[in-house]
């Protein structure tokens, strides 16, 4: 397997969604230090020996079943030409293999378990390039587009211009939703309309973009695939009876309409509004290859 992130490096002819987990287990059993160093550099304090231990216990475990395996495929071999005397003891020894490699499954499986949620939790690597920092003051800037406006007037905050404009009510919001929660009204509510279908038109007209309109809950799986979970599961909002979890952002469906699946190429995009979460009201475009 190639490491994502050395994949994306160089080829972006061959791309895959899946919902799995940000590094290969190969990967980071033959490159713990650069995990660590990537770690140490993204400032995450995380400890991968709990992960190193984990995975070799499960090469261990799988190492000795596919050698049963091995032996087993003769023995099943043998007891179909064997004379009726001898299919007896072929039989046992089948029955005793057979029950060594369920016994050895079901560690593996106890192993996935502890390792799922850990491999989860670990964070893609920084890119080389990507400068080390503790601090937005170590951020540099890569390239500035057009010149800053100069105002001839002290400027008035966005908040204050809209509410003096009957574009928002900050009051009502709360009433409905609580605080740091806004009520588009009047000509307020039809810019935030013009500006979405702008959007959405700009890039379905002239970028050949294709416009999806995804459901407004997704599964667990999804949410997983897109990153969104474990790292957000106190945040979400989930329907607990059915395991489906409202969108934060369209990016979710999105990805997850690709998950699975290996495309070689990007024949087309897609772009979609969340029109489910008040938290996250933008439209989100997404790179997809049509079927």
Not at 54 to 72: F, H, K, N, P
Not at 221 to 230: E, F, V, Y
Request: hydrophobic share 35%; glycine share 6%; charged share 25%.
């Amino acid at each position: 397997m190639v490491p994502l992130e050395n994949k994306c490096q160089d080829d972006c002819s061959y791309l895959c969604y899946t919902v799995t987990d940000m590094l290969s287990l190969d990967f980071i059993r033959l490159h713990p230090d650069v995990v660590r160093e990537g770690l140490r550099r993204r400032g995450d304090a995380q400890d991968i020996d709990e992960i190193l231990r984990l995975i070799e216990q499960r090469r261990g475990l799988v190492t000795r079943c596919d050698g049963l395996y091995a032996e087993l495929k003769p023995l099943r071999e043998q007891v179909r030409v064997a004379p009726e005397a001898r299919r007896e003891a072929i039989n046992k020894q089948i029955k005793a293999k057979s029950h060594d490699i369920r016994q050895l499954e079901v560690q593996c499986d106890d192993v996935d378990i502890h390792l799922q949620p850990l491999m989860l939790a670990l964070p893609n690597i920084p890119h080389a390039s990507v400068p080390s920092g503790e601090s937005e003051d170590d951020d540099c800037e890569l390239s500035r587009w057009g010149t800053p406006l100069s105002f001839h007037f002290v400027p008035q905050k966005h908040w204050d211009l809209s509410e003096r404009l009957h574009l928002t009510d900050f009051e009502a919001g709360a009433k409905l939703s609580g605080s740091r929660f806004v009520v588009l009204k009047g000509h307020g509510a039809r810019l935030e309309r013009a500006l979405i279908t702008f959007m959405l038109d700009l890039h379905t007209r002239e970028h050949s973009y294709t416009e999806i309109m995804p459901p407004y809950l997704v599964k667990r799986s999804m949410m997983l695939g897109a990153g969104q979970l474990p790292k957000f599961e106190d945040q979400v909002y989930v329907c607990t009876e059915d395991e489906l979890y409202l969108n934060p952002t369209a990016e979710v469906p999105l990805v997850g309409l690709d998950s699975g699946a290996c495309r070689e190429s990007l024949a087309s995009v897609g772009i979609a509004l969340p029109c489910c979460d008040a938290l996250c009201q933008k439209p989100t475009i997404f790179c997809r290859q049509n079927s």
